[in-house]
């Protein structure tokens, strides 16, 4: 009697397992809008409560001289019609990248940005840049976040973009120029670059956190000659070996007169906090040796440094489109890998490209990395009109999701 009590005992959890592993909401969730390619490339991505919004441009000017209102209201008429595929508004919305063909076109994106977001505003970064994809003049990448009382505004809330924005345990800072307040800029680059990483800082503090909880930063900077300069500041203000992802970004300009601009995600849970690092990436890719990990994990997320097609020891061989694009693939790759993910994983990604012209090209190569299960979202762009005083033809990083190892 005991046995069969024992054996029915054990089936019935063996069903219940089985339940929940068939009824359990999926981790990951993609949501397409109805195309000529459905299932290839995706609107929004939502990983628990956590949505990502694909780069949405303005998409063809109905008159030439249409305002950067108008196509900043457009774009996020789009951004909207994602979001509601999912449940979620504008409201939901925690962080926005904006970047501008036209470095003048701020005064008017912005006015629309107050009439999008009267109160509570979302974190924002903003930049110009040399080329949007297709007709499309401006860009905006969204991160939103379903549960609102969990979405918290960090510092002052009367500012025309938040300070920072908390959601769950995710803090998102807007970008923090170089700019002392009520006292200008400095006068040398290093010592804006030293006070843009301090304006970062003052965000963290403002929500009890400091640079040890940061997972991903995102750099801009107007010259590639300020690159050493910025990298020797930057290594000031983390421990060598834990430091965050990080993409750099050389950019056509960042406005008010500053020279870089610096934003990031953190982590309010430092015990979910973890590097990844492959052996092939021991001391992390060359120039950037010093001031990024590899990945970051956070819960079930991960935070990819940004990749080129530099073979580790040899830096880059080649200038075709092709052999650089796959070996950037093969550089996460590793990284992936060593974090028990693959390129399934991805929820959401950023591509740049040195020329808008190989955009057509890099679409062919992109799809073969996701058969399985389809990409996340995408944002692409040409940052500059050939800034960069190397051969990099192509860059991307990369946000993931998936069970850790």
């Not at 979620?88 to 107050?114: F, H, I, S």
């Not at 300020?226 to 421990?239: A, H, I, L, M, Q």
């Not at 944002?379 to 009109?385: A, K, L, R, V």
Request: proline share 6%.
């Amino acid at each position: 009697m005991k046995k069969t009590t024992v054996v029915l005992s054990v089936s019935m959890m063996l069903v219940i397992v089985f339940v929940f592993n068939v009824f359990a909401e999926p981790l990951i969730k993609k949501f397409a809008r109805p195309g000529p390619k459905p299932g290839l490339y995706y609107s929004g991505v939502m990983v628990g409560k956590t949505y990502y919004v694909a780069g949405t441009g303005d998409g063809r000017p109905e008159s030439p001289d249409e305002s950067y209102a108008v196509k900043t209201k457009r774009c996020f008429a789009s951004i909207q019609r994602s979001l509601q595929m999912a449940n979620l508004d504008l409201a939901n919305v925690v962080q926005a990248w904006v970047m501008l063909e036209d470095p003048e076109a701020v005064k008017d994106m912005t006015a629309a940005w107050k009439e999008t977001f009267p109160t509570n505003s979302p974190a924002r970064t903003t930049f110009s840049v040399a080329n949007i994809p297709g007709p499309s003049q401006m860009e905006i990448t969204a991160i939103a976040y379903s549960d609102l009382s969990e979405r918290k505004i960090v510092g002052p809330k009367d500012l025309t973009y938040s300070l920072g924005v908390l959601a769950g345990e995710t803090l998102y800072v807007s970008g923090r120029g170089s700019s002392i307040p009520g006292s200008g800029q400095p006068e040398t680059f290093e010592e804006q670059a030293r006070q843009a990483m301090k304006n970062m800082e003052h965000a963290l503090t403002e929500a009890g956190l400091d640079f040890g909880h940061v997972l991903w930063s995102n750099i801009y900077l107007d010259s590639y000659d300020n690159y050493g300069v910025f990298n020797k500041v930057y290594s000031e203000f983390f421990d060598y070996g834990n430091e965050p992802a990080r993409i750099t970004v050389f950019v056509e300009g960042i406005p008010g007169g500053n020279h870089v601009e610096v934003t990031c995600i953190a982590t309010t849970d430092l015990a979910s906090r973890r590097i990844v690092r492959p052996a092939s990436m021991k001391y992390g890719p060359e120039e950037m040796a010093p001031t990024a990990s590899p990945g970051v994990w956070a819960g079930n997320t991960l935070y990819l440094s940004a990749q080129t097609g530099y073979i580790p020891g040899a830096g880059i061989e080649t200038v075709d489109l092709e052999k650089q694009f796959h070996q950037m693939m093969q550089n996460h790759l590793d990284v992936l890998e060593e974090a028990g993910l693959g390129f399934e994983d991805i929820v959401s990604a950023n591509v740049y490209l040195r020329n808008i012209n190989d955009y057509d090209l890099m679409n062919i190569y992109y799809p073969e990395y996701f058969r399985v299960n389809g990409p996340g979202v995408r944002t692409c762009f040409q940052p500059n009109h050939g800034s960069a005083k190397n051969d990099v033809r192509v860059k991307s990083t990369f946000i993931m999701a998936g069970e850790r190892k």
